[in-house]
């Protein structure tokens, strides 16, 4: 900001003239306009910045604009380049040590009570959105443990995930869509519990006279009559356990949808606050895109070392475990028939993530990431620090009386108008 030259219209002193005009351009350009710049770049590039504990931003004035930042046509204008950005949050509630959780937000949406042009108007590229997107992407983390059912079958499940990749969409029709975000599995660990009909060999009883005939038939001559040993299998529940790591095995991947909308906070006790926001819009696309051919087989492998063993510990005599063995009829009898699994097991597992509650606690963080943990960054207060206090001096702030957002396929742009 600089002004070239002063004229003072009606006096006649021309030598007097040139003196004030002098002494006006030296204390405007030298002594005031440089604190008021001072102000304005702090307005302008220390908008929206991260608390350390969330991450770090990094913003430097462009070079290509002559004035940067401007007031031109009653409205701050300012052009910066996004060097670098990162979020380290999870998708938690927030420490207690952070003054204000976005939940305890009362979001509101305001109506502008003005026409014509705003106050302030900022335009986010897409090249730069996707730099912000990949940011969160990256500060995402999955984590969640339990035990539900799968039919007949019991599961445990510990796993923890992360997002890489993927792309960013931004459409005319106000939305963003992130295509086939690859998830990351750094633990996908399964127990399953397998209960197997119970199985009883010999028993009943036999006459210790020849020819050996039964005792539930009158025979003349049969003194004494003994009871065979008798063996039961499987009887309890779960009989078996069946550990399997698909960490390294699985690939999945989600699509959504999501709006940008910008909230008016009411908070109690703290400064009421600006949020821009993106919310995932339903339905969400979550795909297991494959399993590993060998889980199949890894899985099989489990099944009969865990039957074996459990046969092997019973202290039943061979016999006994050689004609339940017989019974069973192998391992692909036993997953097939007894087991009702199906020939692809690779399948039967995505069936079984899908139905046991992974997939829709993975998206329900996701939905609570953006929507409530990531404002806690995006977000202006309202009124706007814009000078620090100094010694004696209180800090000046200035009310943001409206915030728009919208996008289109090029950028997302950003409105705002500063109350009285």
């Known amino acids: 900001m600089n002004i070239s030259g002063i004229e003072i219209p009606e006096l006649k002193l021309k030598g007097l003239e040139k003196m004030i005009g002098c002494y006006t351009l030296l204390a ?12 304005v770049s702090t307005l302008a590039f220390n908008a929206i910045n991260l608390p350390k504990s969330m991450g770090s931003l990094t913003i430097s004035a462009s070079a290509t604009a002559p004035h940067n930042p401007a007031v031109e046509d009653s409205q701050l204008k300012f052009f910066a380049n ?19 959780s976005a939940r305890a937000v009362t979001r509101t949406s305001r109506p502008r009570n003005r026409k014509g042009t705003f106050d302030f108007n900022a335009a986010v590229s897409a090249a730069a959105f996707e730099k912000i997107f990949t940011a969160i992407v990256k500060g995402f983390r999955f984590s969640k443990s339990g035990t539900d059912s799968y039919g ?22 106000g939305t963003i869509i992130i295509k086939e975000l690859d998830i990351r599995w750094d633990k996908f660990k399964l127990s399953i519990g397998i209960n197997i009909p119970k199985l009883c060999v010999g028993g009943g009883e ?8 039964s005792c539930n038939v009158p025979v003349v001559g049969c003194r004494d009559c003994v009871a065979l040993p008798s063996y039961c299998f499987f009887s309890d529940n779960p009989d078996i356990t069946v550990p399997i790591d698909l960490s390294e095995s699985i690939t999945s991947e989600v699509t959504f949808k999501a709006r940008v909308e910008a909230f008016y906070g009411i908070c109690s006790g703290t400064p009421n606050r600006w949020q821009i926001v993106a919310i995932p819009t339903l339905p969400s696309d979550f795909y297991v895109t494959g399993i590993a051919d060998t889980t199949g087989d890894l899985f099989k492998n489990h099944v009969k070392g865990a039957i074996d063993n459990l046969l092997s510990s019973s ?46 606690s993975l998206l329900n963080d996701l939905y609570d990431y953006l929507t409530f943990r990531i404002p806690a960054a995006l977000e202006i207060e309202d009124p706007f620090q814009v000078m620090r206090p100094d010694g004696p001096m209180i800090p000046v702030k200035i009310p943001i009386e409206f915030i728009e957002v919208s996008v289109n396929s090029h ?4 409105k705002g108008d500063v109350g009285d």
């Open 28 to 39: 405007l350009n030298q002594g005031i306009f440089p604190q008021i710049m001072d102000a």
């Open 315 to 360: 202290k039943a005599p061979d016999w006994a475990i050689n004609l339940i063995q017989e019974i069973l009829g192998g391992i692909d009898n036993i997953i097939r028939n007894i087991l009702n699994i199906p020939e692809d097991i690779g399948r039967w597992f995505i069936d079984m993530i899908h139905k046991i509650g992974i997939t829709k």
């Open 152 to 173: 007949p079958f019991s599961v445990n499940y510990d796993v923890m995930a992360h997002f890489e990749g993927g792309s960013l969409e931004m459409l005319d029709d």
């Open 206 to 213: 036999v006459c210790l006279m020849p020819p050996y005939p």
């Open 82 to 100: 996004l060097d670098s950005v990162t979020f380290n949050l999870l998708p938690s509630e927030p420490a207690p040590s952070e003054n204000v």
């Open 411 to 414: 950028e997302i742009v950003i």
